[in-house]
T-cell receptor, first 111, second 116 residues
């Protein structure tokens, strides 16, 4: 199966600075990589995703980059705001459209 | 679009009782739904994949007789925790596939289960 590693586990940034979360995956056949934001007591919310036919995707302050050769992908959040504070999960798709999740990253934006 | 709901949002029950959780895709049809459980400060663990009109596929280590899944329509899947025990207390979250690629999963708000 697929194994997804996510680093760092906790990230604190000053409001307005950028935050970067990195993930690696093990299955070279994986071709879909979503990122989810989860606030306390709520379900995960899809914030951006990328497929293996592109190397980068951007949506306003959020971007994701993918390096298929190295089997890693990253989430970039620019101009961070307090409402960006949450747990972020990366995931990689594998057999039968299942998702393997990383362990999550607690992002704290300090006002 | 792509809204998934769950009911109830939280439930408290006595040990030995059964609890049913509903997962609905509100504005799209989902041929596949997934059930996860999440313990505090941990990641999401896939329990089973639910396909409309067929038996669910359970992940290794998940007891199919304890966690009954029914996917009767393209918009509804249910998870029944049978004879619940305190160790079953967790956050249960469903998701549904949407889109032409059928890989994108949208998650429900989750159901908090507490077994006393």
């Amino acid at each position: 199966g697929e194994n997804v590693e996510q680093h760092p586990s906790t990230l604190s940034v000053q409001e307005g600075d950028s935050a970067v979360i990195k993930c690696t995956y093990s299955d070279s056949a994986s071709n879909y990589f979503p990122w989810y934001k989860q606030e306390l007591g709520k379900g995960p919310q899809l914030i951006i995703d990328i497929r293996s036919n592109v190397g980068e995707k951007k949506d306003q302050r959020i971007a994701v980059t993918l390096n298929k050769t190295a089997k890693h992908f990253s989430l970039h959040i620019t101009e961070t705001q307090p409402e960006d504070s949450a747990v972020y999960f990366c995931a990689a798709a594998y057999g039968n459209n299942r998702l393997a999740f990383g362990k999550g990253n607690q992002v704290v934006v300090i006002p | 679009g792509a809204v998934v709901s769950q009911h109830p949002s939280w439930v408290i029950c006595k040990s030995g009782t059964s609890v049913k959780i509903e997962c609905r895709s509100l504005d799209f049809q989902a041929t596949t739904m997934f059930w996860y459980r999440q313990f505090p400060k941990q990641s999401l663990m896939l329990m089973a994949t639910s396909n409309e009109g067929s038996k669910a596929t359970y992940e290794q280590g998940v007891e199919k007789d304890k966690f009954l899944i029914n996917h009767a329509s393209l918009t509804l899947s249910t998870l029944t925790v049978t004879s619940a025990h305190p160790e079953d207390s967790s956050f249960y979250i469903c998701s549904a596939n949407e889109g032409s690629y059928q890989e994108t999963q949208y998650f429900g708000p989750g159901t908090r289960l507490l077994v006393l």
